[in-house]
């Protein structure tokens, strides 16, 4: 049960700079698995969709139906805010 409520948490959240110009962001998560390893996800931006199956998730990602959440109020850059965090930020 601890698993399920603790293994979607994001323990740090990277952005992938690129050499090449690509318009779609790349991130990388790191997360724990069961047993508290560090395990690491890279996804694109287009990638993510708000979670509704997960109760504890903020977003989803949709290739791989991994469930994520992050934090919002640690995210300065709005694209990313209005994306991965549950709440969105108040204009």
């Known amino acids: 049960m601890m698993h399920f409520i603790a293994s979607p948490y994001v323990i740090t959240l990277h952005e992938i700079k690129s050499s090449f110009s690509n318009k779609d962001r790349r991130f990388v998560v790191t997360t724990c698995n069961i047993f508290g390893r560090l395990k690491e996800t890279e996804f694109n931006l287009s990638e993510v969709a708000k979670s509704k199956s997960h109760p504890f998730a903020s977003f989803q990602l ?30």
Do not use: I, M
């Open 62 to 91: 949709l290739p791989k139906g991994k469930n994520f959440y992050v934090f919002g109020g640690g995210l300065t850059d709005p694209e990313l805010r209005s994306k991965l965090a549950k709440e969105t930020p108040s204009n």
